[in-house]
Nanobody, 123 residues
Framework: QVQLVESGGGLVQAGGSLRLSCAAS????????MGWFRQAPGKEREFVAA????????YYGDSVKGRFTISRDNAKNTVYLQMNSLKLEDTAVYSC????????????????WGQGTQVTVSS
């Protein structure tokens, strides 16, 4: 079973930057597409970004395009989310997830999930 642990969350001012990491343990990290999702209180889970198994293809939710960047380092079994120009509405719990198929924006296609890390953007 793949285990995922997020880190890097915290409190940041609007306009600032934050880098999230997701460390994976398991035998076949490179066989999984990886994604980031977020969920704010009282709201549904939202797709943020996804990266293909090789790292060559990325997708982003409309609300974060141009501001966030997803990447992965298969040698380190880690996926990253670089968040720039943060806005108040980016406040949420951010979770990484592993998908045995191709990159996807559908959360139900991801088999493994981390516990999440809180990102709070202040004015």
């Amino acid at each position: 079973q793949v285990q995922l642990v997020e880190s890097g969350g915290g409190l940041v001012q609007a306009g600032g930057s934050l880098r999230l990491s997701c460390a994976a343990s398991g035998r076949t990290f490179s066989n999984y597409a990886m994604g980031w999702f977020r969920q704010a209180p009282g709201k549904e889970r939202e797709f943020v970004a996804a990266v293909s198994r090789s790292g060559g293809t990325t997708y982003y939710g409309d609300s974060v395009k141009g501001r966030f960047t997803i990447s992965r380092d298969n040698a380190k079994n880690t996926v990253y989310l670089q968040m720039n120009s943060l806005k108040l509405e980016d406040t949420a719990v951010y979770s990484c997830a592993a998908n045995p198929g191709v990159v996807s924006w559908k959360d139900h296609e991801y088999d493994y999930w981390g516990q999440g890390t809180q990102v709070t953007v202040s004015s």
